[in-house]
């Protein structure tokens, strides 16, 4: 799986004859808001405090005594037109030809353009000072759907230790792989299809009344709005 070399991005491999395009499924009707997706990526990235590279969103719904808890595991959506790309001034970030949008550190000038430029908030700032002075400090980091394991043959650190494989990985365009009958089996959606992102994180909802709940997590700040919207209008780009 060879790294792309320099360029703005891939162009979109989704259904392209003969390409890979890694995507995954998360099957809302298995999570358990164990939260062991996330801790595992804490530890197999060192992710300082305060930040996530996987986060789960978590909202009790119902009236006590009948009430329940729903999850919604939340990380980069690779999308296939990914905005991030096309707003970073110094090609930092980046789409390889496999799908996974990924960060060059050393070009990382920290400006956050990218940051604001993401629909999904999957994006964070590491600080000056880490604990591991050989990690990257002051860059945006971000979901890599864990490329270093994947190019070796294993799963992301989420998908390898989900208990109740609710976070499902590999290869959409083949018809064979696990993922690609899930979603041809399934009712899926993907998180703000509006924004024409392409985002390849397939949700299997419960059901409708879960759904519409679920969706109902992603309602963002007013601060966060008010910074995209800026973006807009200063860059032209589109989301």
Same mark, same amino acid.
């Given at each position: ?6 360029? @703005? ?22 999570? *358990? ?15 300082? !405090?305060?930040? /996530?590279? %996987? /986060? &789960?969103?978590?909202? %009790? ?5 009948? +009430?329940?808890? #729903?999850? @919604?595991?939340?990380?980069?959506? #690779? ?5 991030? &790309?096309? =707003?970073?001034? &110094? ?10 949008? @990924? ?5 990382? $000038? ?13 994006? #964070?700032? !590491?600080?000056?000072?880490? =604990?591991?002075?050989?990690?990257? %400090?002051?860059? +945006? ?26 976070? $499902?990985?590999?290869? $959409? ?9 899930? &979603?041809?089996?399934?009712?899926? *959606?993907? !998180? ?8 390849? *994180?397939?949700? $299997? ?6 759904? =519409?709940?679920?969706?109902?997590? @992603? ?11 800026? #973006? ?8």
């Amino acid at each position: 799986m060879p790294e792309r070399s320099f360029g @703005l991005q891939a162009p979109p491999s989704l259904g392209a004859p003969g390409k890979k395009r890694y995507a995954m499924v998360v099957d809302l009707r298995r999570c *358990i808001g164990c939260m062991a997706c996330v801790l595992a990526d804490k530890a197999e990235f060192e992710v300082p !405090l305060g930040v /996530w590279r %996987t /986060w &789960v969103s978590v909202r %009790t719904v119902g009236q006590y005594p009948h +009430v329940k808890k #729903h999850f @919604l595991p939340r990380l980069c959506n #690779h999308c296939d037109d990914p905005p991030c &790309v096309r =707003s970073c001034p &110094v090609q930092a970030t980046y789409k390889h030809e496999e799908g996974f949008v @990924l960060q060059r550190y050393e070009r990382c $000038i920290g400006c956050r353009a990218c940051m604001v430029a993401c629909p999904f908030n999957a994006r #964070h700032f !590491l600080p000056k000072k880490r =604990s591991n002075p050989n990690l990257p %400090t002051n860059v +945006v980091d971000k979901c890599t759907f864990c490329f270093h394991r994947v190019s070796q043959g294993f799963a992301p650190a989420c998908a390898q230790t989900c208990v109740g494989r609710a976070r $499902i990985f590999g290869d $959409i365009n083949d018809p064979n792989s696990e993922v690609a009958k899930l &979603v041809a089996a399934n009712s899926t *959606i993907v !998180l703000k299809p509006e924004m024409g992102t392409k985002p390849q *994180i397939y949700y $299997i909802m419960p059901n409708q009344k879960s759904m =519409s709940q679920e969706v109902g997590l @992603l309602e963002e700040p007013a601060d966060v709005k008010e910074d995209r919207k800026a #973006h807009r209008e200063h860059f032209g780009l589109y989301f």
